[in-house]
T-cell receptor, first 112, second 109 residues
């Protein structure tokens, strides 16, 4: 089924660890996005990509990095996690036809 | 760039009453305006959208209106039910999507 998948759904890690949040979509969308969202709060755009080998920083400064080597895959990496990174991370994608943006189920990250 | 403002930030209504959420945008070139509903612990889901060549769109109990001249659009929910309780986000699209800050709607039974 065409969808956007995020793994893991929940992650609890210690300070200083390197982590990668996975995001894959099977809809063939060119545009992909990462948002940081505290529960029920505003969506903050932290990274986006318009296609393979294209990555840009969003409005909210983030210590994370992203890569886009394949159209369907847009992973987000934190080199050294800190408690301030505790939040929910939502991945999204958008196709060219209808402008509809689809969200993944999110990764809820807790850094101890 | 585009700036989207959303009001109110919280809204509490009695079951059966109507709820209205308003958004304004700054980029007159924006041409697509979706509304997303995010239930607790879930992902944002598109519930209704409107394009700039249309002034109003309705889908059962929800409707959206767009005033291009004033650059504002609104979500109307009639006959609210407890399951309408969620955070609602408006957005405006021109080259990229810009989201409002969200409105937490609570429908009291």
């Amino acid at each position: 089924e065409a969808d956007i998948y995020q793994t893991p759904r929940y992650l609890v890690i210690g300070t200083g660890k390197k982590i990668t949040l996975e995001c894959s979509q099977t809809m063939g969308h060119d545009k992909m996005y990462w948002y940081q969202q505290d529960p029920g709060m505003e969506l903050h755009l932290i990274h986006y990509s318009y296609g393979v080998n294209s990555t840009e920083k969003g409005d909210l400064s983030s210590e994370s990095t992203v890569s886009r080597i394949r159209t369907e895959h847009f992973p987000l990496t934190l080199e050294s996690a800190r408690p301030s990174h505790t939040s929910q991370y939502l991945c999204a994608s958008k196709g060219p036809a209808k402008n509809i943006q689809y969200f993944g189920a999110g990764t809820r990250l807790s850094v101890l | 760039g585009e700036n989207v403002e959303q009001h109110p930030s919280t809204l509490s209504v009695q079951e059966g009453d109507s709820a209205v959420i308003k958004c304004t945008y700054s980029d007159s070139a924006s041409n697509y305006f979706p509304w997303y509903k995010q239930e607790l612990g879930k992902r944002p889901q598109l519930i209704i959208d409107i394009r700039s060549n249309v002034g109003e769109k309705k889908d059962q109990r929800i409707a959206v209106t767009l005033n291009k001249t004033a650059k504002h659009f609104s979500l109307h929910i009639t006959e609210t039910q407890p399951e309408d309780s969620a955070v609602y986000f408006c957005a405006a699209y021109h080259n990229d999507m810009r989201f409002g800050a969200g409105t937490r709607l609570t429908v009291k039974p």
